[in-house]
């Protein structure tokens, strides 16, 4: 499975973005997918996650009301939507793939995209 994500950028704080992760997988509906993001000397941490038909999402607690994640199935793509961005939101952010439940562990996940860099300034 190949994954690119997209969408990254320079945004004021309060402003949002959407982010998009396209995969290769001929059976992408038969993946969950999750969000991470690694800010400067900090561990990858989990963001969001959605399970593979779309109906069950799960958000790390600083993201929660703000940021959003859904799929097509369809078009075998992810993406996640955020807003009212913070300077703190500041990071790489990855999306990553794995067969089964979703998960908030990254050492869960078997593929994993480039990354794709989102600045926030205050």
């Known amino acids: 499975v190949q994954l690119q994500a997209s969408g990254g950028g320079l945004v004021q704080a309060g402003g949002s973005l959407k982010l998009s992760c396209a995969a290769s997988?001929?059976?992408?509906?038969?993946?969950?997918m999750g969000w991470f993001r690694q800010a400067p000397g900090k561990e990858r941490e989990f963001v969001a996650a959605?399970?593979?038909?779309?109906?069950?999402?799960y958000f790390a607690d600083s993201v929660k009301g703000r940021f959003t994640i859904s799929r097509d199935n369809a078009e075998n793509v992810v993406y996640l939507q955020m807003n009212s961005l913070k300077p703190e939101d500041t990071a790489v952010y990855y999306c990553?793939?794995?067969?089964?439940?979703?998960?908030?562990?990254?050492?869960?996940?078997?593929?994993w995209g480039q990354g794709t860099q989102v600045t926030v300034s205050s």
């Open positions: 959605i399970s593979d038909s779309g109906k069950s999402t």
């Open positions: 997988a001929r059976t992408f509906s038969s993946y969950a």
């Open positions: 990553a793939a794995r067969v089964g439940t979703y998960s908030f562990y990254v050492a869960r996940y078997d593929y």
